[in-house]
């Protein structure tokens, strides 16, 4: 999980392209998350969820709403790259 400065919420993150980089080579790219499209798809079901569970959210909960690019092993010894093409990148060697 990486955190941030926040974004504007227009955004329509159903769109947005990302791309994985390992070892400067892409691995996996697509548009909108994985597996929703829209990462804030499940905070409905997730707030309900929690709430019948006697635990509502709270402001500055943070929350998870899923993987971008779904699950990667990257190898020992790589460089990572994720680009938000458009509005930033986060980079990671192991």
Do not use: Y
């Amino acid at each position: 999980m990486i955190l941030g400065a926040p974004i504007e919420p227009a955004v329509d993150w159903s769109r947005q392209s990302v791309q994985l980089w390992l070892n400067g080579r892409i691995q996996r790219s697509g548009i909108g998350s994985d597996p929703f499209t829209d990462p804030l798809r499940s905070l409905p079901w997730l707030a309900r969820h929690a709430a019948g569970q006697g635990r509502p959210l709270k402001a500055g909960d943070l929350i998870a709403t899923g993987s971008w690019t779904g699950l990667f092993w990257a190898p020992p010894s790589s460089n990572l790259k994720v680009d938000f093409v458009g509005r930033g990148e986060v980079s990671l060697s192991t």
